[in-house]
């Protein structure tokens, strides 16, 4: 198996998740004891949390590149950003390495073509679903995305910021995401990206309404083939 490197922190929550997802897959795959080799750098979230100005973002990516810079030379052969709106930088992360860097949402806009969905709705943190940087990978694979309404922008921060990043999921919040996503279908989408790691705490990724897209599964999925001997997205 391959060494993989994992930029976390962002929050430890998502860290957690990845680091059980691949590891699932690396077991189901090689059979028990088998665990994935991975080097993990957890950031310190408090520094890179509701960046806003164009110098929080430069700043954030000269962190980010820093930690694929000290992964790299540790010996991943491969890196993953445990975090949707990190990839705002994945650009100046990937340039500061020689090493493959798989970005989430080309392995989420994949894993849609794939199924052969062309309208969904995309939900997140407000940079995932109001900027270009993550809707562009989906759009270039001839999918259509739901504009972003910025009443579920403000919700979704509430609940995001709120309380699945202090790793709470509270009945209210479940039944927002539900009320949401319903709204969503009657509003056309034919699936839903959950662009954000921890909104699978308040959404039951399995069982709704909509087929779910759930990023971090389908990242750590592709982190996980990476391990296991296939090519990085």
């Known amino acids: 198996m391959r060494k993989l490197g994992l930029i976390g922190g962002i929050s430890w929550l998502s860290t957690r998740t990845y680091y059980e997802h691949i590891n699932r897959l690396v077991q189901a795959a090689k059979g028990p004891p088998a665990s994935a080799p991975l080097l993990i750098e ?5 520094e890179l949390v509701r960046l806003s100005s164009a110098a929080d973002w430069d700043r ?3 962190v980010l590149a820093d930690s694929a810079r ?3 030379a540790a010996g991943a052969g491969a890196l993953v950003i445990g975090t949707n709106a990190m990839h ?5 992360v990937a340039a500061a390495v ?6 989430i949402a080309e392995c989420v806009a994949e894993r849609v073509a794939k199924d052969g969905r062309r309208k ?3 939900i997140g943190t407000r940079n995932v679903m109001v900027e270009s940087f993550y809707r562009q990978k989906l759009i270039a694979r001839d999918i259509e995305l739901l504009p972003p309404d910025l009443g579920l922008v403000e919700t979704l921060d509430r609940i995001i910021y709120g309380e699945l990043l202090l790793g709470k999921a509270s009945r ?7 009320t949401i996503l319903t709204n969503l279908e009657q509003d056309g989408a034919e699936a839903v990206v959950l662009g954000c790691t921890e909104l699978e705490m308040v959404v039951d990724v399995d069982a709704n309404v909509l087929p779910i897209y759930d990023c971090t599964r389908i990242h750590a999925e592709a982190a996980a083939a990476w391990i296991l001997g296939g090519d990085a997205a």
């Open 172 to 178: 209210q919040s479940e039944r927002e995401l539900k």
């Open 42 to 46: 957890s950031l310190d979230f408090a």
């Open 120 to 122: 969904v709705a995309l």
């Open 98 to 103: 020689s090493v493959p860097v798989i970005h």
């Open 70 to 72: 000290r992964l790299e």
């Open 88 to 92: 705002k930088v994945y650009d100046r």
């Open 60 to 62: 954030a990516g000269s």
